[in-house]
C-alpha cells in the first residue's frame, strides 16, 4: 500500500511541472486533479477548482459543450478539440483540448483533459480578419482596395534566370489560374507573388496572404474558411479569408505545412468554386484566386505525405521557381547598394559602398537565408559603422567566419594534392598571399591582419615571392 502512495505522489508531482493544463474529474464531473499549468491557463486558483464541479467554475459552459462532461457520458475520446469558454471571473480562455476517458478496471471513472492556450493566437487571428474586413469596406462610396503590394519593375535582378521567371509571371498575371511558386527561405517568394496580382486584372482587389505554417491546424480552418454561431463553443458568425479575397487573390505561404484533411477541404474548394463556412450546411460562392508557395520541392513533399498529389496537382498549373542567390551572384551587389540605401533613409546615416574585403565576401558567401540573409547583414552592419563604408569588422562574426573557412576550402580547388609536401605548403602559402592581397585591395597592412601575420613577416614573404603589391 505504501509502495502505490508513493507511486501516486510522483506521478502527480510529475503532472504539476508539466507545461500543459491537465484537467481530472471523477464521474460526477468533480475536480480531483488540477496542475498549476492549468491554472495559470484559466486564470484560477487550483483552491477554486479542486473538489469543485466543472460547471460551477466554468459557467459558460454546459453538459453539452463540456469536453470532459461529453468523455464521461460516451467513453470515447476527444482529439484536438478547440474551445471557448469563460471562467467564473468573467474571463474568456481559447483553449485545444484532448480529453480521454479515465478507466479503473474496465469501468469508467472519470476524464481527463490536456489543454493548450490559443488565447493569444485566437484574438490575433479575428484582429487580423477584422482588419481584412474593414479595409473591404466602402469608404466614401468606393471599394477600398490593397496598397503597398510590390509590382514587377520593383523587382531587382540582372540574373537571366531570375528574369525569366518574371517574364513568366507576368504571363501568367493576365489569367486566372492557380500558381505554386517554389523557392528556398528568403529568395522573394512573396514579392513576386504580390507583383503577380498587382499586374493581374484583379490587382484592384484584395490580396490576402495567409502562412500555413503560422496557425494551428484547429484554427485555420476557421480563419480560411469561416465560422458560424454555434459550430463550437465561443464560435461567432465570421467570414473566413476566401470570402474576404472575393474578386482578388489569397496567398497560401508553405501550404505543405497545411495539415493534410484541411487540404482536401481546399481542394474542394478550388474544384467547387464555393466554400462552406465551419459548423454551416450551405455553401457560398466565391471568386478567388490561389497563389501558392513553398520551400520545399513539391515532388518530395507529395511523396512523403505532406502535400496531397491531387491538391498539388490542382495548384500545379503555373509553377514559378526562384533560384537562390548562391545561383544569381551577379545580383548581389545590385542588392547591396539597394539596401544600403534603404537603411541609410530608415537611420538617417551616409553609408556610401561596402569595403573590397566585403566585396569579396559577399562574392564567396553561399547566402543560406538568401536575399534576407543578405538584407539582415547589411542593417546588422549598418547599426555598427561610424565612416561611409561597410567594413568586414561590422558584419555579423557567423558571416565573416563562414567566409574565412569558405575561402580556405577554396584554396585546394584547382591544387595537385599528390606535390611533395614543401612544394604543397609553398603554393598554398603563396595563394592564401595573394587572396590575402586581393581582399584587401593590396593593403599590405591589411592583409597582413587577414593572415593573421606581423606585417614585417608578410613583407619578407613577398619579396621572397618576387611579389609587388604596389602594381
Excluded at 76 to 94: A, C, D, L, M
Excluded at 188 to 196: A, P, Y
Excluded at 303 to 332: M, N, S, T, W
Aim: glycine fraction near 8%.
Amino acid at each position: 500500500m505504501e509502495e502505490i502512495s508513493f507511486t501516486e505522489k510522483v506521478l502527480r508531482e510529475v503532472l504539476k511541472g508539466i507545461d500543459e493544463g491537465i484537467h481530472v474529474v471523477d464521474a460526477e464531473g468533480r475536480t480531483v486533479f488540477y496542475n498549476q499549468f492549468a491554472a495559470r491557463l484559466d486564470g484560477m486558483e487550483e483552491g477554486e477548482v479542486l473538489g469543485s464541479h466543472l460547471l460551477e467554475v466554468f459557467p459558460s459552459l454546459t453538459p453539452k459543450t463540456s469536453t470532459l462532461l461529453k468523455v464521461i457520458r460516451t467513453g470515447e475520446p476527444i482529439y484536438n478539440q478547440q474551445q471557448s469558454y469563460t471562467n467564473r471571473h468573467g474571463k474568456r480562455i481559447v483553449t485545444v483540448n484532448s480529453t480521454m476517458p479515465v478507466l479503473v478496471e474496465g469501468r469508467r471513472v472519470g476524464a481527463m483533459e490536456v489543454s493548450k492556450d490559443i488565447t493569444r493566437i485566437q484574438e490575433l487571428s479575428e484582429k487580423v480578419i477584422d482588419l481584412e474586413r474593414r479595409m473591404r469596406s466602402p469608404v466614401e462610396g468606393k471599394r477600398s482596395v490593397s496598397r503597398g503590394l510590390y509590382r514587377f519593375e520593383q523587382i531587382l535582378t540582372q540574373s537571366p534566370v531570375m528574369k525569366g521567371e518574371i517574364h513568366r509571371a507576368r504571363r501568367a498575371a493576365a489569367t486566372r489560374s492557380p500558381v505554386l511558386v517554389v523557392g528556398e527561405t528568403g529568395t522573394g517568394k512573396e514579392l513576386l507573388v504580390q507583383s503577380l496580382h498587382s499586374a493581374s486584372p484583379r490587382g484592384k482587389g484584395p490580396f490576402i496572404a495567409q502562412n500555413c505554417a503560422a496557425i494551428p491546424s484547429s484554427l485555420l480552418e476557421g480563419i480560411l474558411f469561416g465560422t458560424v454561431r454555434g459550430a463550437f463553443t465561443g464560435a461567432e458568425d465570421r467570414p473566413g479569408l476566401f470570402e474576404l479575397a472575393e474578386g482578388g487573390s489569397l496567398f497560401l505561404d508553405e501550404i505543405h505545412a497545411m495539415p493534410v484533411d484541411l487540404q482536401a477541404k481546399l481542394l474542394r474548394v478550388l474544384e467547387d468554386g464555393a466554400v462552406r463556412r465551419v459548423g454551416d450546411v450551405k455553401t457560398r460562392p466565391v471568386d478567388v484566386r490561389i497563389l501558392a508557395a513553398t520551400n520545399e520541392d513539391p515532388e518530395t513533399s507529395v511523396k512523403e505525405g505532406r502535400l496531397r498529389k491531387d491538391l498539388y496537382y490542382r495548384i500545379h498549373v503555373v509553377r514559378l521557381e526562384i533560384p537562390p542567390l548562391r545561383e544569381r551572384r551577379e545580383d548581389i551587389p545590385l542588392l547591396t547598394r539597394h539596401f544600403i540605401q534603404k537603411y541609410n533613409y530608415r537611420f538617417e546615416t551616409l553609408v556610401t559602398a561596402v569595403s573590397t574585403e566585403v566585396e569579396n565576401l559577399f562574392a564567396d558567401y553561399s547566402w543560406p537565408g538568401n536575399v534576407r540573409e543578405l538584407e539582415h547583414a547589411i542593417e546588422g552592419a549598418m547599426n555598427q559603422v561610424e565612416g561611409d563604408r561597410i567594413e568586414l569588422e561590422h558584419l555579423p562574426r557567423h558571416l565573416t567566419d563562414s567566409g574565412r573557412r569558405e575561402g580556405k576550402f577554396e584554396l585546394f580547388r584547382d591544387m595537385d594534392l599528390n606535390l611533395p609536401l614543401p612544394l604543397l605548403l609553398s603554393r598554398v602559402e603563396e595563394e592564401s598571399i595573394r587572396r590575402a592581397l586581393k581582399t584587401t585591395g593590396n593593403n599590405v597592412r591589411r592583409a597582413a591582419a587577414h593572415l593573421g601575420i606581423p606585417r614585417q613577416t608578410l613583407q619578407y614573404k613577398l619579396r621572397r615571392l618576387g611579389l609587388n603589391p604596389n602594381r
